[in-house]
């Protein structure tokens, strides 16, 4: 009797599109309790899964071997034939911006494509990609009823439930993060509320509209880079008159109301990525978002300003900067993670390297294959006595053991040590010391 009851009996399975940062654990945490097809059309990342593999790194230890050796039901697969044999598709791929900065919805549009020809009367289709407000509706659906035959909402049933996962953050999980549902009509709503509560337990937040689901996401980032971008500012003008931002913090943050937000790199695939959706859509509608067009103008200077702020100390120093050497530390997005997707440290290096800087990086978690294709940057092992500065540019966890007396042993003195985060403040006597 209906499908929830079908999905329970494993008469029907679940099918994840996209597994991903957001999809992996989903179609995980989903298949203790029902049938999954984990879905992905990277083939490389299927036969990864297949044989216990996670290149993202953020899966609980054990996980996926325990999947794979029965207790959940679980198929990986790029089949779309075995796509077919679901009812409830849920859809997580990349929505990603070009080098415009302008949404790349193609992705988007290939997953509706593959699941509207799988869809069947009565299926129903969850969107979880962050996208900007009325996308769902204006460009998924019709390409699901083209695709299908059938009319949505009628025909199938649909809704969007962002993710709020953390990368590299064990503490606030898929299981125990309020998460926002929403559905084309009150019927589709209650079964994805059935659905999502298999997995959920922190509670489920019902959304009164697609739309609102959909702005909902977007400014959870869009405010946290707008904050982010004040501290930058901010850090800026502090530099400017001497006086040390995170100390300035520190002393703001023991008011009540003061929000607790720093300077830094805002890099990766959400914060410094989503709002420029939302601009796309205000730019549809004629309207300017200046707010969040400054704090993504801020942001993305970042990494030119730090590299322009080191070769300054190094000047200052006496040297002759373009036969210095440098060593950043850092080079993934954001710490304690593997993911060096649209990192902002590169910005650092260009900058460098465009004042002749010889630059070597060094990072514990990214993949240097990764790196080299991306970047075309050579990850190495810090040399001993070498540098004039280092750069700590990502605050990763074997950092923050790091005392003077390790940076000592690498610089070549006089140095300077740059401490992007803030890490060494007051801690630092012979070297030069600069942070944001
Ligand atoms: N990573 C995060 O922390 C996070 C948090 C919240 C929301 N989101 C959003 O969730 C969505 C997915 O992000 P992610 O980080 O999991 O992406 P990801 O890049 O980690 O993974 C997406 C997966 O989708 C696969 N894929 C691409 N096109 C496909 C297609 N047409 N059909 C099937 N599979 C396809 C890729 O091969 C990849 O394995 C994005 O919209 C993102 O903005 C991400």
């Avoid at 415009?100 to 997953?111: G, S, V, W």
């Avoid at 997995?199 to 982010?228: M, W």
Wanted: net charge negative.
């Amino acid at each position: 009797m209906g499908m929830y009851t079908d999905l329970l009996d494993k008469k029907r399975s679940i099918a994840v599109v996209g597994l991903g940062y957001v999809g992996l654990p989903l179609a995980l945490a989903l298949s203790a309790k029902v049938k999954v097809i984990g879905f992905d059309t990277n083939s490389e990342r299927v036969a990864d899964l297949r044989r216990g593999i996670d290149l993202t790194g953020e899966l609980e230890e054990g996980l996926l071997n325990e999947a794979l050796t029965g207790s959940r039901d679980i198929t990986f697969t790029s089949s779309k034939e075995t796509l077919k044999e679901a009812a409830f598709y849920i859809i997580a791929v990349p929505t990603p911006v070009d080098c415009y900065n302008q949404p790349q919805l193609d992705k988007l549009r290939d997953a509706s494509t593959l699941v509207g020809g799988a869809l069947c009367a009565g299926d129903y289709v969850v969107f979880e990609s962050t996208v900007f407000p009325g996308c769902t509706e204006e460009e998924c659906i019709p390409i699901l009823e083209i695709e299908s035959g059938l009319r949505g909402g009628r025909g199938f049933k649909y809704g969007y439930s962002p993710e709020r996962i953390n990368p590299g953050d064990k503490e606030h999980t898929l299981i125990n993060t309020v998460k926002i549902i929403s559905a084309c009509d009150e019927k589709a709503l209650s079964t994805i509320k059935k659905v999502y509560s298999l997995v959920v337990e922190a509670g489920l937040y019902h959304a009164p509209s697609i739309r609102v689901a959909e702005a909902a996401k977007i400014i959870e980032n869009t405010q946290r880079d707008v904050n982010i971008a004040l501290m930058n500012e901010l850090s800026i003008l502090f530099g400017r008159m001497g006086i040390n931002t995170y100390e300035v913090l520190q002393a703001a943050s023991t008011k009540w109301n003061f929000l607790p937000f720093t300077p830094g790199l805002v890099g990766g695939h959400c914060v410094g990525v989503d709002p420029y959706y939302l601009v796309y859509k205000a730019h549809e509608l004629n309207y300017h978002p200046r707010m969040i067009h400054s704090g993504r103008f801020v942001n993305d200077s970042m990494g030119g300003y730090i590299g322009k702020k080191v070769v300054k100390r190094i000047i200052a120093l006496g040297k002759n900067i373009s036969e210095s050497h440098v060593l950043v530390m850092g080079i993934t997005f954001k710490e304690n993670v593997s993911d060096v997707r649209n990192s902002k440290v590169v910005d650092i290096v260009k900058e460098l390297k465009d004042y002749g800087v010889t630059v070597d990086v060094t990072d514990p978690y990214a993949s240097a294959v990764e790196v080299q294709r991306i970047y075309k940057l050579h990850l190495t092992e810090p040399k001993e006595k070498c540098y004039d500065a280092v750069i700590v540019a990502v605050p990763h966890h074997p950092y923050l053991s790091f005392n003077e007396d390790d940076f000592l042993a690498l610089t070549c003195p006089p140095a300077v040590l740059a401490d992007v985060k803030g890490l060494y403040r007051g801690r630092i006597r012979e070297l030069e010391y600069w942070s944001l």
